[in-house]
């Protein structure tokens, strides 16, 4: 079905303690922080400000998603992406801007969506299957799968007929 990776959301159950020291659940929700696009939908389910947190420090996430994490914190996202077939070039650079990351530096070289983010990115498919492209090369990532992207030049490509979701852990980095 297409626009099927629209639907996506991310459910979050949120672990602390009560008035009387013990753990429980302190939130059961599906996350607010959530972006819809052609060619992709984001939803974000965990941010930090600055590293190391505090146990009884809430999510910094605000009502906008936004393609880096904080300067010195993380976001934890996950991401769902259409069959390639869905989306072309001009899709990809409209909906990466509309996710604040007009400085994601997209540079399509012949690629779609290929882009760099000053960022490390930790990334596991949960379901479907993804090609993570680079300017040399490629591979095939499938449910289990993780991939560390270190500020370098990367794009997805999903030559399947079935939207894939990944979760990835997005920190700032530098050279």
């Known amino acids: 079905m297409s626009g099927e990776h629209l639907n996506k959301t991310a459910r979050?159950?949120?672990?602390?303690?009560?008035s009387d020291g013990r753990s429980?659940?302190?939130a059961d929700e599906v996350s607010a922080?959530?972006?819809?696009?052609p060619a992709f939908t984001v939803n974000d389910v965990w941010r930090m400000d600055s590293l190391p947190g505090r146990y009884a420090d809430d999510d910094t996430l605000s009502a906008d998603v936004e393609l880096d994490p904080p300067a010195k914190g993380l976001v934890v996202r996950l991401a769902t992406f259409p069959p390639d077939s869905e989306i072309d070039s001009a899709v990809y650079t409209e909906s990466i801007g509309n996710l604040h990351g007009e400085d994601a530096n997209?540079?399509?070289?012949?690629?779609?969506?290929?882009h760099a983010t000053e960022t490390i990115d930790i990334a596991t498919i949960l379901d479907g299957e993804i090609y993570a492209i680079y300017e040399t090369g490629e591979t095939l990532l499938r449910p289990g799968d993780t991939v560390i992207n270190r500020g370098i030049k990367h794009a997805w490509s999903n030559r399947t007929d079935k939207p894939v979701t990944m979760v990835a852990v997005m920190l700032p980095a530098t050279n």
């Open 12 to 18: 979050r159950v949120i672990a602390g303690v009560d």
């Open 24 to 26: 429980t659940i302190v």
């Open 33 to 37: 922080t959530r972006v819809a696009l």
């Open 106 to 114: 997209a540079d399509s070289d012949g690629i779609v969506g290929l």
